[in-house]
């Protein structure tokens, strides 16, 4: 998955901070860092895709430590 070069992660983190409950993965599997650092970014698709029934919104959860992505979390699509 992507690495998040250029994001400031301290403005966001523990805004999303719920989400973080439905992810199973504990720890970071790059840099082994745990769950309490994690950062979820919302996300969602542009309008294009919605007015084509690909829409897709959720959350990336990203390591605030080492700033690699560790998953995805879709929360609506169409
Ligand atoms: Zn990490």
Redesign the pocket.
């Known amino acids: 998955m992507n690495k998040i070069q250029n994001k400031n992660l301290t403005n966001i983190k523990g805004k999303n901070d719920h989400i973080l409950d439905r992810l199973s993965i504990n720890h ?6 745990e769950k309490q ?1 994690f950062v979820a970014v919302h996300f969602r698709s542009p309008q294009w895709t919605w007015l084509h029934l690909c829409g897709r919104e959720g959350y990336t959860i990203i ?6 992505e ?1 998953n995805r979390i879709l929360t609506t699509m169409n």
């Open positions: 970071c599997p790059y840099c082994h860092a650092d390591c605030g430590k080492c700033r690699n560790i």
